[in-house]
């Protein structure tokens, strides 16, 4: 019965953040009843409430590194973007085709992806367009291409994505052998929607942005924000390998040191002046909700996880499958829908590394399918949720225009796997 009831609070509380612009209800205050309910539904139903009390805390830490990490990316993009920091970049970029710009950006966040993270890359990239497109349509349709491509390109390094650094931390996978192994099906997965998004802007032009003309002092300001706000993000990683610890204790150091900076930078100005700058202005510019959503989500999934239906689901793919590959696609379309994280958890469980020994084809194939089946649906990510929290996508908009594209990438990349055994 308590299975029935979670599953259903679950799959309503999905409808309706589907049909947010229908009902006229945040999708935020939806995800965080869900999210609520859930637990309250567990609770009631435990034996041991003390147990359950214990599996929020220790989920809620793990909720609270990503929503910090989240947090604190998307302050660093805000205090660039203050300071005008992406003229820099969007003055490099000369050319006035939409068709030609949609292959630079879906390149630049499918590489940065692999070195950063899916996450942080998505962040960076919408920030970026919403500054060289004037157009809010040819903005989504980026946006889309942006959450496709950073999955695509997290899913072939060990630090590209949440799933696959825990697969190389379990021990199922090694550094090298998983991007030998999955490069070239993550640019497969990538580049086929890209080509397909491509047509619908062949010939189109768009007007340059107008860029605001700066002093010399401005323009030092700007290259020492930008430079070191992007040269901190891509420290979040070298952080982790080297102390071992999570990627927010790597992020939160980046945003105290970009903090410091820039208080130097402006600590003999009007103070007057100065406060749109302040890093302070930065996180009041945050689009909170969309964190609050993200929180409430986690929140659901995580409920689900502790009760064991995900466990319950992947041992119901494992005897109805009969087939290693079958398991792999039906746990990375299964991610559009739950957060890949518990899914790969729960097959780390399930499967040792004595049925399946480092390096398996198995860990590899999960680790594509999981990453890059989650651009299927615009919740179906972490890239996914910071983009629809900054372009302000509609689900079903997404549905419809996004998700067949993503799914053709996702099986594209699936065959050139096989194809390569």
């Known amino acids: 019965?308590?299975?029935?009831?979670?599953?259903?609070?679950?799959?309503?509380?999905?409808?309706?953040?589907?049909?947010?612009?229908?009902?006229?209800?945040?999708?935020?205050?939806?995800?965080?009843?869900?999210?609520?309910?859930?637990?309250?539904?567990?609770?009631?139903?435990?034996?041991?409430?003390?147990?359950?009390?214990?599996?929020?805390?220790?989920?809620?830490?793990?909720?609270?590194?990503?929503?910090?990490?989240?947090?604190?990316?998307?302050?660093?993009?805000?205090?660039?973007?203050?300071?005008?920091?992406?003229?820099?970049?969007?003055?490099?970029?000369?050319?006035?085709?939409?068709?030609?710009?949609?292959?630079?950006?879906?390149?630049?966040?499918?590489?940065?992806?692999?070195?950063?993270?899916?996450?942080?890359?998505?962040?960076?990239?919408?920030?970026?367009?919403?500054?060289?497109?004037?157009?809010?349509?040819?903005?989504?349709?980026?946006?889309?291409?942006?959450?496709?491509?950073?999955?695509?390109?997290?899913?072939?390094?060990?630090?590209?994505?949440?799933?696959?650094?825990?697969?190389?931390?379990?021990?199922?996978?090694?550094?090298?052998?998983?991007?030998?192994?999955?490069?070239?099906?993550?640019?497969?997965?990538?580049?086929?929607?890209?080509?397909?998004?491509?047509?619908?802007?062949?010939?189109?032009?768009?007007?340059?942005?107008?860029?605001?003309?700066?002093?010399?002092?401005?323009?030092?300001?700007?290259?020492?924000?930008?430079?070191?706000?992007i040269g901190l993000l891509l420290f979040v990683p070298v952080f982790k390998t080297v102390t071992h610890l999570p990627p927010v204790m790597g992020m939160l150091l980046a945003l105290g040191l970009i903090w410091v900076i820039n208080s130097i930078i402006h600590k003999d100005k009007d103070a007057e002046y100065v406060e749109k700058f302040t890093v302070a202005r930065a996180l009041q510019r945050i689009d909170t909700p969309s964190i609050l959503f993200f929180l409430g989500i986690l929140l659901a999934v995580s409920a689900l996880q502790s009760f064991g239906l995900l466990k319950q689901v992947a041992a119901f793919l494992s005897s109805a499958l009969h087939n290693d590959y079958g398991i792999g696609i039906a746990m990375g379309l299964l991610s559009a829908v739950v957060d890949n994280v518990p899914l790969v958890a729960a097959a780390q469980g399930m499967y040792d590394l004595s049925m399946y020994p480092t390096d398996h084809p198995f860990w590899e194939f999960l680790a594509l399918t999981t990453g890059t089946g989650g651009s299927a649906i615009i919740i179906g990510s972490a890239a996914g949720v910071a983009v629809m929290g900054i372009e302000k996508i509609d689900f079903i908009w997404y549905l419809k225009n996004i998700s067949w594209l993503a799914l053709t990438g996702f099986a594209a990349g699936i065959i050139v796997f096989l194809l390569l055994l």
Not at 120 to 142: G, H, N, Q, Y
Request: glycine fraction near 6%; include cysteine; charge should be neutral.
């Open 1 to 229: 019965m308590i299975t029935f009831i979670l599953s259903a609070v679950f799959i309503l509380g999905y409808v309706a953040i589907a049909l947010e612009h229908l009902i006229k209800l945040n999708k935020a205050a939806t995800a965080l009843i869900t999210g609520v309910v859930c637990w309250t539904v567990y609770m009631l139903h435990a034996e041991s409430p003390h147990i359950v009390s214990e599996e929020l805390v220790e989920h809620l830490g793990g909720i609270a590194s990503i929503l910090f990490f989240l947090l604190g990316a998307m302050t660093i993009v805000e205090l660039i973007d203050s300071h005008n920091g992406f003229d820099i970049i969007t003055q490099k970029i000369s050319t006035t085709s939409k068709q030609r710009l949609l292959f630079i950006v879906t390149a630049i966040t499918f590489l940065l992806s692999a070195l950063l993270d899916n996450l942080t890359t998505a962040i960076v990239m919408a920030s970026l367009c919403t500054k060289i497109l004037p157009d809010k349509e040819d903005r989504l349709w980026f946006a889309g291409m942006i959450v496709i491509a950073a999955n695509a390109g997290g899913a072939w390094s060990p630090l590209g994505d949440v799933t696959t650094t825990m697969l190389w931390i379990g021990g199922q996978i090694t550094a090298l052998n998983i991007m030998k192994q999955l490069l070239l099906p993550g640019v497969v997965a990538c580049i086929l929607p890209a080509l397909i998004m491509s047509l619908r802007f062949k010939g189109k032009k768009f007007d340059a942005p107008t860029l605001r003309v700066s002093t010399l002092k401005e323009n030092r300001d700007s290259n020492i924000v930008l430079f070191a706000g």
